[in-house]
């Protein structure tokens, strides 16, 4: 089952990402270009609220509550991870290579890879990755694994709870003295980067996604016009306001919470109907990761090749459009020649699992009879 509400907004939130790292690489006098200071550019970091929430979404949709047979745990994580961690991989490799892997240093590189925190300090980043934008992809991998980990004791709702119970509340409290929804918050009582990674509240997010995955399950066979309608305006109203107002760079009350608001609105509107799909939209969404890998690259060089001061207003619109068009065409050819293979492969690879133990299932049916 595909969810095209969530491949547009996967699509919008990697253009907001890039719209953000424009606003901050490009433009440091933000003044010079009345758009390029207004809300829509300066908190484009909702594009990762948004991510961790489709996230948790999609991961417990196809492992609890789509219809027909589910993974076992470890199919499970190994799709998830051939999914993201080649292509994260490659982008690294390169971006390590393009700035001199000598002056970065092995271990580094291996920490990126390997998705590790680097530092316990600086909440939520815990020391930034080669590639910066890979610190997202940190939680990404953590929750897969804690996910697929929950999964080998049962599918039950009460494994899941206990868990992110434990981690997201327990934990601070004992060691920290207390328990904090603001993800940028660093626990001093806490010394160890990796339980710090794990006690951050930004994976509320991803749990806002489970969450929505169970209600969705839950919805009626028909709902009348005006209510999703009322459901949809709603939530985008309620995401709306939270975007105007003056809150922290990062908040799971006034960032996370309306980031879900959102997603479910579009999902409720798909679900009867009343969505439209876009075609542009859909294939944004498509190479929404691409996007998100590589756009660092772009801004980069397009600053190492001319750096714009204030005053300069048509040289910074034609700077924005020129890094714009660059960043798509780079996405295209990483999507066609990196991630759309390893993808490709990760689906060749669960069919050849799922072709030999269909055969062992069918031989010791016959053994039976």
Sequence with gaps: MRFESLQMLRGIAAVWVVAFHMQCNLDPHAAALPFSG????????????????????????????KPGPHDPPTQFLLKRLIRVAPPYWVATLVFAVLCDPISIGLGPIIRSLLFLPGAPDTAPNYGNPVLLIGWSLNYEIYFYIAFAAILYFGRNLAFQVSYFTVTLILLPAILAGGVSTNPEHLYKGISNKYVLLATNPIILEFIFGMMLARLYRSLPGSLGRLYVWLTLLASIAIFA???????????????????????????????????????????LGEISYSIYLTHLFVLLLVKAIYETSPGQHYAQIAQYLITVAAVFALARIFYKYVESPILQFGKRLGNRRRGHSKPAAESALSRVK
């Design 38 to 65: 207004s809300d829509l550019m300066r908190k484009g970091y909702l594009g990762v609220d948004l991510f961790f929430v489709i996230s948790g979404f999609v991961i417990a949709w196809t492992a609890l509550y």
């Design 241 to 283: 306001t939270a975007l105007m107002l003056d809150e922290p760079h990062m908040s799971i009350v006034f960032r996370g919470l309306p980031c879900a608001i959102l997603v479910a609105g579009l999902l409720v509107a798909e679900r009867y109907g009343l969505l439209p799909v876009s075609p542009q939209l859909s294939y």
